[in-house]
């Protein structure tokens, strides 16, 4: 079993069970949503810094609003290979957005951000 599944699938069963309580996360995307996003585009022990600060963060302490993930990133050399594949194979599917943090000190952090209707 791959690690990302293994740390999301406890996620999701925590998210169809407070689908049936009230809201009560302060933040946009919400601490599970967070997390689960963090899983699937970073390294485990990243990812799991990252929920666990959030997490705690979401308190009355704090004030919440929209707070989406950080990730570093390097893109790929060949570029050019996945347009060239986007012409053969038709639309690829687009899962997440990645927007430049521009007033970061390190070089290649970006927010995620997840497509409206990617599912």
């Given at each position: ?28 995307p919400t601490c599970s949503e967070y ?85």
């Open positions: 079993m791959n690690i990302k599944k293994f740390m999301i699938a406890p996620i999701e069963g925590y998210q169809y069970i407070s689908k049936m309580l009230p809201a009560g996360c302060r933040y946009y997390a689960k996003w963090s899983f699937e585009m970073e390294q485990p022990h990243k990812a799991l810094y990252h929920s666990t600060l959030r997490i705690l963060s979401c308190n009355q302490l704090f004030d919440g609003g929209i707070d989406y993930p950080i990730i570093e990133y390097k893109a790929p050399a060949k570029l050019s290979l996945i347009s060239y594949l986007n012409i053969i194979c038709g639309k690829i599917e687009i899962k997440y957005w990645l927007v430049p943090k521009l007033a970061s000190k390190k070089a290649n952090r970006y927010y995620l951000i997840k497509d409206y209707n990617a599912h």
